[in-house]
């Protein structure tokens, strides 16, 4: 196709609705909506949301009257059965410091790309219920992200490897300690060699301390290291930069401007969680000076906020945080990254004119002004995608700008337990495979012969090795192929160790006999090393911890172990410095033809948590597609190649193809696709097997996340079904005024800080107002209530989409996974969902967005309550809005009658469908909510088993001492999406409470009630979001502050 | 015509009219007494245990205190069924060889739990805390019955939400004094106006926000 027939096909094609047609609607959520094609009032003829029981139903009025009529019956007699007769099992001898009924709490920490987030773990009765962050661990902050969370399902999961088995039949340990000790002995009468350990980027001393001794005892044993998605090119880029292997350290909270090379800060990496608290708290701007905020901000005013310039090839959550976002094509980057460190004034760089003439100069300029503009306040951060010569020119660029100087960079020794060379060390496992040079294999977790490049023909290489050993969760396509499977222990049934993002030593601490017969990869080196074979998981441990701290490691253990982490153990900062040479650019970048980006899954990450049904479901962000990738363009794109959403298209590179279906993505790079990897696995339980296609497949190890070159793209005739959220729960966005007009609602408001600055107000007089409050039949105080009223506010300023606080919810509620079928139906479950919008046209190069979580309001005037026929809806005294499952009979009128669409009803038993029927799942449940069945619907009530059992604690405490003031102090109490949320977007607490947390932001002149024009007076509010564009580029952007208003 | 049906049908459609209504209230009687009798209830029905635990015993005639056992009872939701450890605090003095206590001697020996049968059993969706309860001045008795003469334990209210309900709307006619909580032959004063007053003098002293007794969810979450 000519360059003119796409300028044909633009031409011909229907205009789309330009936003001067659509100046009602600032923000939209899908293209049909920005289009035109569906508005709610389509929705609106429909009773029920999404689909429609009178097509559901082909049973005609006879048959519904006898259905009904023997449903009723039933239904009557099951209630008049005596309850089943239930049993007390109590200790012989209690435990220590148990007391049945109360959760424990356990300081520990989870993997995280290989690294330790701390965490707390939560234990009911002996059961691990749930996680939340470590308040003092430098990489959580008392945050999470949706892994972790959710990382309490892989304990209980149906899926997990239960047994050791050789060669598909179970096996006993000492079969195995048999057949390894006979095949290291074959090994050891020379040197070592033949004997091969594969693990995935790790940072456990005790593994360390361990591949130590075996590297002593064999010297010619090899430790390779595979990682699909690590951080290969970082490493390799400090190696260009300095000569030697660092990583390195940001500290956003001194970052006024920052500027990412593709890089996904908020969302990926080691350090994501703690990154996006910090950026959060440099986004943190307020008009007033006495605003309200509880952060403590020491190198910002109170008005100043960070400015984020974004360049990337795949739409990013960071890349929605941008102030200024520019979309380029992968090697792009690597042009701007040069020009950008010329003209800071960085030695021997040179850009090749001809891609610089592709950027835009002017977003160039400013960028550079501002940069320059604020030395040791400025920084550029490099993507892990990238090649190593971006990473170079960044930390080139970050010493020049004195970031280094001023503490905003620090670089330390890196906290892996063996930084090195990935790519090359799995081109050596290959070589050394192919060459018949591995006599025993051990492949301590992950799963190569899945994620390899498919340049790279893993299975036919490991079947050459005479004895293969997994270590593994699940068993996967590695398992298949090897002799002997051990179960891997879940990081809550194990000890273990991990170093932080800065090195901080953190310790894993079981809450739970292992469920199975696992091991842990300390105790599978132990038993090469030829070991006692009993020798425990904690015996490993202590034994490194010992070695570590010497005389001091007995107290040092104890407080670790309460505390979670070793403290003062983080990295020294090293001193670096940066070599002068960066080659000259030599590959050119094509700028026709279909460019192929790799990304790790928002979700399921690399695919390791591809069994995991919560993060399945997760609606990807941005995206909003659960259970499938995609082959994610830009329309324009799509429109060049004749695509449509959910046609299936035939991607080949080389000899490898797959079969992928297409999904728009708005702001997407033109002429560019992202595919996320993790997807598409052969082997592998219910929840993974066969969903979406594998991109590993035509991953390039050379080049493994990028292909700009022979790529060809088939259409096939066939489309593909992808469960997407995007146009579900739709909230209604423009009112019908008098006049026949429709005005904008304004749900997400947004603004300038110039402007936020001039006019502080004004995101509440955008938009219709709340009616008067006198304006009403009945007694307008009725629910203003003394004592406690709980509220809560969302600040869209903070709020970067991640997603963290639907798992939160989900693992705290007990909400059901529903499959794709369902969820393609809008029936997803999800209490909390973060809604995003888009806004400008869909076709631009970027568009802006917003992310809005949506979790119930407790409307004080709630539209649900009064439609319920049962009373299964009631307002609380202390205004919730309560939900009594006991009484649902499903009629699903107050679904109906909620403007925000946040209840969620049961059409099923989901807690027992899609493989969640595994007894051992009822031990994950959180004993405080009640599990719903089928026909209930159910909601967010602000966790309401939280605030009962801190009002009953508080109660109990006060009545102890004769007291009559119950205090919940400010700040005790948090829900679970509050708790999770790694930007501190949401607060909630008593607003009867003026010095409440929640009620200095309500009194913040940025907040704003969802739909408050009707009258709901909802109890949970948004602050709007603020942007902060730089002056130089304010063109572009005065035209979308007019289209505001 | 002949008429289809004779003159005495008239009779026969009027008494099933009236017949049919008398039936539906019987039926609608039936259900609710049973419904409200230990049939369903299982109130007044003692359970086999493993071990013909009696409070009568315990509690009644050596005077044993409930939260000896039930240790937790004002920390948490739950009070607790006492470990085996706990009955062996004294049976391993006592009655050392008696039959009866064979089972407890065993989990003693082997480490096996004992296995109770549940005697009050709440609905699953219901949330009772037991630390509030005892905290503001609601007794053991008042729930758990006259426990002190129960040789086998049985469940001595319905558990009924109305039977909740009487005292969440009105707590002044069951709270007593806080060093009465645990006192199980603690009598409310035997005249009702009287009753009532102290009762009242209580809901105030121990500060309940008795409004907020009937929120859904007080109970159900």
């Known amino acids: ?1045 | 015509m002949a008429q289809v049906f004779h003159r005495s049908a008239n009779v026969l459609a009027r008494a099933s009219i009236v017949g049919g209504g008398l039936v539906a209230i019987a039926i609608v009687t039936i259900a609710s007494v049973i419904y409200r009798s230990p049939v369903l209830t299982q109130v007044n029905i003692a359970k086999a245990q493993p071990v013909p635990f009696s409070h009568q015993r315990h509690v009644g005639g050596n005077g044993i205190d409930c939260r000896y056992c039930h240790t937790s009872v004002e920390k948490s939701g739950v009070a607790n069924v006492p470990p085996t450890e706990t009955c062996m605090t004294c049976h391993s003095q006592i009655l050392t060889d008696s039959e009866m206590l064979q089972p407890v001697h065993e989990s003693w020996k082997t480490g096996k739990p004992l296995e109770w049968t549940r005697v009050y059993d709440l609905p699953d969706f219901v949330y009772f805390d037991h630390s509030i309860h005892v905290a503001k001045g609601v007794g053991c008795t008042t729930c758990h019955g006259e426990i002190q003469k129960m040789p086998l334990t049985w469940k001595a209210k319905t558990l009924h939400m109305a039977w909740c309900l009487e005292c969440h709307r009105a707590p002044q006619k069951f709270l007593r004094p806080k060093d009465k909580v645990f006192d199980v032959d603690w009598k409310p004063a035997a005249d009702k106006s009287e009753r009532l007053e102290a009762g009242l003098k209580l809901v105030e002293e121990y500060n309940v926000n008795v409004e907020q007794l009937t929120n859904c969810s007080i109970c159900h979450r």
């Open chain 1, 1 to 1045: 196709m000519s360059p003119n027939d796409l300028d044909n096909i633009l031409t011909d094609r229907e205009a789309p609705a330009s936003m001067s047609e659509h100046q009602d609607v600032n923000y939209w959520r899908h293209a049909n909506e920005f289009n035109g094609a569906v508005t709610i009032d389509d929705e609106k003829h429909r009773e029920f949301d999404a689909d429609d029981p009178e097509n559901l139903d082909h049973a005609g009025r006879r048959n519904f009257m006898k259905v009904m009529g023997a449903s009723m019956m039933l239904a009557g007699l099951t209630s008049c059965a005596r309850q089943p007769e239930e049993k007390i099992v109590p200790y012989v001898k209690p435990p220590e410091h148990s007391v049945p009924g109360r959760f424990q709490y356990y300081a520990s920490a989870v993997s995280l790309s290989g690294y330790a987030m701390g965490v707390v773990a939560t234990s009911y009765e002996g059961r691990p219920t749930k996680i939340e962050g470590l308040k003092e661990h430098p990489a959580s902050l008392g945050s999470t992200d949706a892994t972790a969370q959710a990382s309490i399902l892989d304990l209980y999961s149906p899926d997990r490897q239960e047994s050791i088995s050789h060669a598909g039949n179970l096996a006993t340990w000492n079969q195995l300690v048999a057949d390894i000790a006979r095949a290291v002995g074959e090994i050891d009468t020379v040197d070592g060699a033949g004997l091969t350990v594969l693990t995935e980027t790790t940072t456990s001393p005790t593994v360390q301390g361990l591949m130590a001794q075996l590297q002593q005892q064999f010297p010619e044993m090899k430790w390779r290291e595979h990682d699909p998605m690590g951080n290969n090119n970082a490493r390799m880029g400090a190696l260009q930069a300095f000569g030697r292997i660092t990583a390195t350290k940001i500290d956003f909270l001194k970052a006024k401007i920052i500027l990412s090379l593709d890089a996904n800060f908020l969302n990926e990496g080691p350090a994501h969680v703690r990154y996006a608290r910090d950026f959060a708290v440099t986004r943190s701007a307020e008009a007033n000076a006495d605003a309200p905020d509880y952060v403590a901000r020491e190198h910002f005013a109170h008005d100043e906020m960070s400015r984020l310039y974004v360049a990337e090839c795949s739409p990013t959550l960071t890349g929605a945080a941008a102030d200024h976002l520019m979309g380029l094509r992968y090697g792009h980057v690597e042009a701007l990254a040069r020009v950008v460190a010329s003209r800071v004034g960085v030695a021997n760089v040179t850009a090749d004119p001809e891609k610089v003439a592709a950027l835009d100069g002017a977003w160039i300029d400013a960028l550079v002004d501002d940069l320059t503009h604020h030395k040791g306040h400025a920084v550029v951060v490099a993507g892990e995608a990238q090649p190593p010569v971006v990473h170079a020119l960044a930390h080139a660029i970050n010493g020049i700008l004195g970031a280094v100087e001023s503490g905003l960079v620090t670089y330390i020794d890196s906290p892996e337990a063996d930084a090195t060379d990935q790519q090359g060390s799995l081109r050596r496992l290959v070589d050394d495979l192919n060459n018949e040079q591995v006599k025993l294999l051990v492949i301590l977790g992950g799963n190569p012969v899945y994620n390899a490049p498919g340049s790279i023909d893993m299975a036919a290489a490991l079947n050459k090795v005479p004895l293969r050993l997994h270590l593994t969760p699940e068993y996967n396509e590695t398992s298949e192929l090897c002799h002997w499977v051990v179960p891997e222990s879940h990081a809550l049934e194990a000890w273990g160790d991990l170093r932080a993002y800065d090195g901080t030593h953190s310790i894993i601490q079981p809450l739970i006999r292992p469920l199975y017969s696992s091991r842990t990869a300390s105790q599978i080196l132990s038993l090469v090393l030829g070991e006692d074979a009993t020798t425990t998981d904690y015996d490993l441990v202590r034994r490194r911890f010992s070695g570590l701290y010497g005389a001091e490691s007995e107290a040092k253990w104890k407080k670790a172990l309460s505390q979670g982490f070793v403290e003062g153990t983080t990295f020294a900062p090293v001193s670096v410095s940066y070599r002068g040479s960066i080659p000259a650019e030599t590959a050119a970048v094509p700028t026709e033809g279909l460019e192929l980006i790799f990304r790790m899954d928002p979700t399921i990450g690399d695919g390791r948590h591809a069994s995991n049904g919560w993060l399945q479901e997760l609606p990807k962000p941005l995206t909003n597609l659960t259970w499938d990738n995609a082959l994610h363009i830009h329309p324009t794109t799509a429109m060049k190649y004749e695509l449509e959403q959910e046609d299936v298209v035939i991607l080949k590179v080389g000899e490898h193809e797959v079969r992928a279906p297409v999904m728009l993505m708005f702001g997407h790079p033109q002429g560019v696709a992202t595919l996320h990897l993790g997807y598409g696995r052969q082997v592998a339980g219910y929840i993974a097997k066969d969903r979406g296609f594998n991109a590993y497949t035509l991953r390039d190890e050379s080049s493994p996340w990028c292909i700009n070159e022979g790529v060809t793209l088939k259409k096939t005739s066939s489309t593909y079904l992808l469960a997407r959220t995007e146009e579900h729960n739709n909230i209604e966005k423009s009112l019908q005024t008098q006049a026949q007009k429709a005005e904008d609602r304004h749900l997400i408001r947004s603004g300038t800080l110039s402007h936020y600055k001039e006019e502080p107000d004004f995101a509440q007089r955008l938009g219709h107002h709340a009616p008067e409050r006198e304006n009403t039949l009945y007694n307008p105080d009725e629910k203003d209530y003394a004592g406690l009223s709980w509220g809560m506010t969302i600040d869209l300023n903070r709020c970067n989409g991640c997603s963290v606080c639907t798992i939160a919810c989900q693992a705290e509620n007990n909400i059901p996974i529903v499959g794709k079928a369902e969820v393609a139906k809008g029936r997803e479950m999800h209490w909390i969902r973060v809604d995003r919008y888009y806004k400008g046209d869909m076709y631009n190069d970027t568009v802006e967005s917003a992310h809005q979580p949506v979790p119930c309001m407790q409307c004080e005037n709630a539209p649900c309550e009064p439609v319920c026929p049962v009373g299964g809806t009631m307002h609380s005294k202390e205004g919730l809005n309560d939900m009594i499952y006991n009484r649902c009979v499903g009629t699903r009128y107050c679904a109906n009658n909620c403007p925000y669409k946040v209840r969620r009803f049961n059409f099923f038993h989901y807690q027992i469908r899609e493989g969640q029927d595994a007894p051992q799942l009822k031990m994950m449940r959180n004993p405080n909510v009640t599990v719903r069945s089928r026909g209930v619907m159910e909601k967010c009530t602000y966790c309401v088993q939280r605030i009962n059992r801190a009002r009953i604690d508080a109660k109990v405490a006060a009545a102890k001492i004769g007291s009559d003031v119950t205090a919940i102090p400010d700040g005790t109490l948090v829900t679970a999406c509050q708790a999770a949320c790694p930007s501190q977007a949401i607060d909630f607490g008593n607003i009867n409470d003026a010095s409440s947390r929640v009620s200095l932001r309500k009194q913040n002149t940025r907040d704003y009630g969802l739909l408050a024009d009707i009258g709901t007076r909802p109890r949970t509010t948004y602050l709007a979001k603020l942007s902060n564009p730089s002056p130089a580029l304010a063109g572009a952007d005065a035209e979308a502050h007019t289209a505001e208003h």
